[in-house]
């Protein structure tokens, strides 16, 4: 981290006067009703068709019970750090992108849409969501959250995320007081540094630079959460100051 420090700082920079553009990567709480994977958006023998088709072109990387094996679970733990406050339009996305994997990439998106989306419909079965009445297809996949029964929660430990929030020092540790609730980010990783200050308190973990120039800067920082909502801290990739004002 120490030798990109200076790039990260100078795109943190130009991130921020360009920010006209910025991107927003994660909803906030729900505006109103809203679609979400306890709905009931695929069927039953979809998702059957689905376990067929992920035997076939997934299981081998991923284990037959979707728990991993060469490459990640898609299940469980691992399901809910990688997709929790995404929806199911963005994992058929990234599932029909760049799967199945292989080294020259000339397998990724060659199966056909309907195949794709069976293969989520398995993955919501194989994570416990119910089934409903009518087929999941590409275009049923759009709004579609990925949350927890009860409503939104704070992202989960091993969630990639980003935070803004105003730089102290405290004792050993830097950190963001005034920091907003940690928001993921998605592939591409477009983060959006114009996002308002929260009540959060987000300890920086291992920053091997010294930040100490940027005490009382608005600052942005991305990592992975420790702890669910970062309460352990940010285990950070990049930190770059959007402000000499934090207010
Ligand atoms: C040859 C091994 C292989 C096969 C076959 C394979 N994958 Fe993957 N998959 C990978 C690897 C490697 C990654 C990247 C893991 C990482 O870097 O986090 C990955 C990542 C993923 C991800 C996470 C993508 C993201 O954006 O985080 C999903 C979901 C996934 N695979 C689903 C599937 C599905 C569904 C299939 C079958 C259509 C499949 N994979 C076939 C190896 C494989």
Request: one cysteine or more; proline letters at 4%.
């Amino acid at each position: 981290m120490t030798a990109t420090y200076g790039r990260v700082v100078l795109i943190g920079l130009c991130v921020y006067l360009a920010s006209a553009g910025a991107i927003l990567v994660a909803q906030g709480p729900a505006e109103g009703p809203r679609t979400t994977v306890w709905d009931g958006v695929y069927t039953d023998a979809q998702a059957d068709r689905g376990r067929g088709f992920f035997a076939e072109h997934c299981a081998s990387c991923h284990g037959a019970d979707l728990r991993g094996g060469e490459s990640k679970a898609l299940v469980d733990k691992r399901f809910w750090s990688d997709w929790q406050e995404t929806t199911v339009e963005y994992l058929f996305t990234q599932i029909s992108r760049n799967m199945p994997f292989s080294d020259d990439g000339s397998l990724a998106g060659k199966l056909p849409r309907t195949v794709y989306v069976d293969i989520v419909a398995h993955i919501l079965k194989s994570n416990g969501f119910p089934a409903g009445q009518r087929e999941l297809t590409a275009e049923s996949t759009a709004g579609v959250a990925i949350v927890h029964k009860d409503g939104p929660r704070d992202l989960p430990a091993d969630a990639l995320a980003h935070v803004v929030g105003c730089l102290e020092r405290s004792g050993s540790d830097w950190r963001l007081v005034k920091a907003s609730r940690p928001a993921r980010v998605l592939a591409g990783g477009a983060v959006d540094t114009k996002q308002p200050l929260g009540d959060r308190t987000i300890v920086l973990r291992f920053v091997l630079t010294s930040l100490q120039k940027y005490v009382g800067y608005r600052m942005s920082a991305t990592g992975r959460l420790m702890g669910e909502g970062g309460a352990d801290g940010l285990n950070v990739t990049s930190v770059s100051p959007i402000a000499q004002v934090c207010e």
